[in-house]
């Protein structure tokens, strides 16, 4: 099985920064595209970030110029730092890794996502 741990939400003031990480374990064979999604309730889930493989990014509009993808490969992790946080980025950010992963003896191409990280901007 292959999981997916954020890490790094919580409670930040407007104009502050926060980062969020997220760590996939299991039998991986290996990750492409990994992403960063938001959603409030009621809501579609929405693309904040995506990174491929060889590290090309993809940002929202709503988020360009505040918001930085990186992942590690070493250690499979995805992080997305976030700068000049407003009300408007309160969200549940869910982590997300499309995956090669062994499935019963067989290779198995698999879109996982992790349990979401709630980032709330007040004063």
């Known amino acids: 099985q292959v999981q997916l741990v954020e890490s790094g939400g919580g409670l930040v003031q407007p104009g502050g920064s926060l980062t969020l990480s997220c760590a996939v374990s299991g039998s991986i064979i290996s990750i492409d595209d990994m992403g960063w999604y938001r959603q409030a309730p009621g809501k579609e889930r929405e693309l904040v970030a995506s990174?491929?493989?060889?590290?090309?990014?993809e940002y929202a509009d709503t988020v360009k110029g505040r918001v930085v993808i990186f992942r590690d490969s070493a250690t499979n992790t995805v992080s997305l730092r976030m700068y000049s946080l407003t009300t408007e980025d309160t969200f549940l950010y869910y982590c997300n890794a499309h995956v090669h992963t062994w499935v019963s003896f067989a290779i198995r191409y698999l879109e996982v996502w992790g349990q979401g990280t709630l980032v709330t901007v007040s004063s």
């Open positions: 990174i491929t493989s060889g590290g090309s990014t």
